[in-house]
């Protein structure tokens, strides 16, 4: 990356991991993408490797749940701290972000709605 464009990379991807809140877990990939950057996971843990210090990096794990931190063991009590699951080194089950098992949100039965239902029949 070119020095606008990386100072724009590095501003938009700490800007994301800042906004994370406690007990959300997100992939590098969530991150990349969320900052205008999709396909750039790698880039997102070389960001963190470098000044992940300084911003909650222990809620930033592998597509699959996978904690990949040099210090698996620290990442896995900073998010059983937040009300994480992690069992044999993955996220099991998370609060909020993309481990979490929320229900999706109920949708209308017709796509333009129930109103536009019920005038067609």
């Not at 490797?49 to 794990?61: I, N």
């Not at 996220?91 to 109920?106: E, I, T």
Request: no cysteine; glycine share 12%; net charge positive.
């Amino acid at each position: 990356m070119r020095g606008d464009d990386s100072a724009a990379f590095t501003r938009r991807v700490t800007a994301v991991i800042v906004a994370l809140g406690e007990g959300e877990v997100v992939s590098y990939g969530d991150i990349a993408h969320d900052a205008g950057y999709p396909g750039r996971a790698r880039a997102v843990g070389a960001l963190l490797a470098q000044q992940g210090d300084d911003l909650p990096w222990w809620r930033v794990v592998r597509g699959d749940g996978r904690l990949v931190a040099p210090n698996v063991a620290a990442q896995a009590a900073a998010l059983r701290a937040e009300g994480v699951t992690v069992r044999g080194g993955r996220v099991a089950l998370a609060p909020r972000g993309r481990f979490s098992r929320r229900p999706a949100p109920s949708r209308p039965a017709h796509p333009a709605g129930p109103e536009t239902a019920q005038r067609a029949t």
